[in-house]
């Protein structure tokens, strides 16, 4: 009888999972350094835990150009994944296009319209419904220094562009290279829109980033921003081109240079190489904007899928990516804070307090600029005009005069 019963038992655990078989789950993302591929782990975990299957989809390449080119071809030709790492105003276009799904019903179910600040919840909506899930809220307005090279350079951590113009040729002096940097357009980007930030302010950030104003794009204050960013040049090392943005962390983390200007999923690889914020590297306001934050938000896109089991797995994960505790792990893995409003602050360290509290701040004071390096402030073509321009000065000898000059020409023609 006990046997049987046993038998029984083990014949109802087999038809039960042959009648909701485990679905498997693709997910396309550029999450590949240290820190990145941490927090990725973490939603592989879940989602295993949940009983689906992953199916990694990992594109290499910062700031996702690649993985959006590889994006663009699987979607086009019909097989696209069910969730994609897209951000900001690029959901907006794979809306458009019809790609994505509505998730406005677990979005209800989750009150998530309770759950996220304005500022997140607007950018996953597509025609005021949910077709994205935020992961976390980035700020890229952040320097990441070594104070012992600082120490032993004898100099202290620039708060204005002012101050690194003067501390980076001792560094250089003392045989460290001033400033990490990856010689790749979308980093050349990051840097340029910190200077923008600094020098010009919030104001004058949002009237070229966000609304491209012509006079504010062609004036005096652009042409300084774009002299300062030159001269930053100097203080990079001649074998960065081409370099990616983790390796130019990691040279600030063995201490060949001094700092880097980078996102906080910078400070992802920090913690991955076992380092402590105030102790082993220092997180600081990018120069000349404390008080002020850049955002980039990660989410992830969900596609139409025409498989029923895929699709319910698909929502699924729309579920586990808002559980508060996915959103804690993920978060002190990648360097940025929870998407989510109400966490406990508890487990996280004094670099995501400061994002946190300048999050809050600056969304109020009306300085929280959304990053047009990172696809917040501007379509991909705008994006892509900004970016050729910038990079384009960077590496030759165009004055800063012509460069603001074809930068207004660039997002005009960008724009029609
Ligand atoms: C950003 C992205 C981050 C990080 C970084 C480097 O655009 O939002 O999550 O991956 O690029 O790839």
């Known amino acids: 009888m006990k046997m049987l019963k046993s038998c029984l038992t083990g014949l109802a655990l087999s038809v039960a999972a042959s009648v909701a078989p485990a679905a498997e789950v693709e997910v396309l993302h550029y999450l590949t350094s240290s820190g990145e591929a941490a927090a ?17 989809f990992a594109v290499a390449g910062g700031g996702g150009e ?8 699987r979607a086009i030709s019909g097989n696209p994944p069910a969730a994609a790492q897209i951000k900001g105003l690029d959901i907006q276009e794979w809306g458009e296009l019809g790609f994505l799904t509505d998730m406005d019903a677990i979005a209800r179910a989750g009150n998530w319209d309770e759950l996220l600040p304005p500022v997140v919840s607007k950018v996953m909506k597509y025609d005021g419904k949910y077709v994205a899930v935020p992961v976390n809220v980035h700020r890229v307005n952040w320097i990441w220094a070594n104070p012992e090279v600082f120490r032993k350079a004898g100099v202290g951590i620039p708060t204005t562009w002012q101050q690194f113009l003067e501390v980076a040729p001792k560094i250089k002096a003392a045989g460290f290279v001033p400033l990490a940097h990856g010689g790749q357009a979308w980093q050349d980007a990051t840097l340029f829109e910190a200077v923008a930030l600094g020098l010009g302010g919030a104001e004058f950030y949002n ?20 002299e300062t960013f030159k001269q930053l040049g100097d203080y990079i090392d001649p074998n960065a081109s081409g370099r990616d943005w983790n390796i130019a ?8 240079a001094a700092m880097q200007v ?7 690889e920090f913690t991955a190489a076992g380092q402590q914020p105030g102790v082993d590297y220092v997180c600081l306001p990018a120069p000349n904007t404390s008080g002020t934050f850049t955002f980039n938000i990660d989410s992830f896109a969900m596609f139409e899928l ?32 929870p998407a989510r409003l109400g966490m406990d602050r508890a487990p996280f360290d004094s670099c995501a307090h400061a994002s946190m509290d300048a999050f809050v701040a600056s969304a109020s004071s009306g300085t929280l600029v959304p990053s047009f390096a990172h696809g917040l402030a501007t379509t991909s073509q705008v ?8 990079t384009n000065f960077f590496n030759s000898d165009m004055s800063a005069q012509d460069a603001v000059a074809k930068l207004a020409r660039s997002v005009k023609a960008a724009q029609l």
């Open 306 to 337: 025409n498989d029923e089991q895929r699709a319910k797995a698909q929502q699924h994960l729309a579920r586990l990516v808002m559980e508060p505790s996915f959103q804690k792990t993920f978060n002190l893995n990648k360097g940025s804070i």
């Open 383 to 390: 994006q892509g005009a900004i970016f050729d321009v910038v």
């Open 66 to 73: 690649s993985a959006m080119t590889v994006l663009k071809s």
């Open 207 to 226: 009237k070229a980033f966000v609304e491209h104003d012509d006079a504010t794009l062609q004036s005096e204050q652009m042409v300084k921003v774009f």
């Open 249 to 256: 962390t990691s040279m600030v983390i063995n201490g060949e």
């Open 262 to 268: 980078m996102g906080d999923w910078a400070k992802g």
């Open 40 to 56: 990725i782990d973490v939603l592989k975990k879940y989602l295993k835990g949940a009983g689906h299957n992953w199916k990694d």
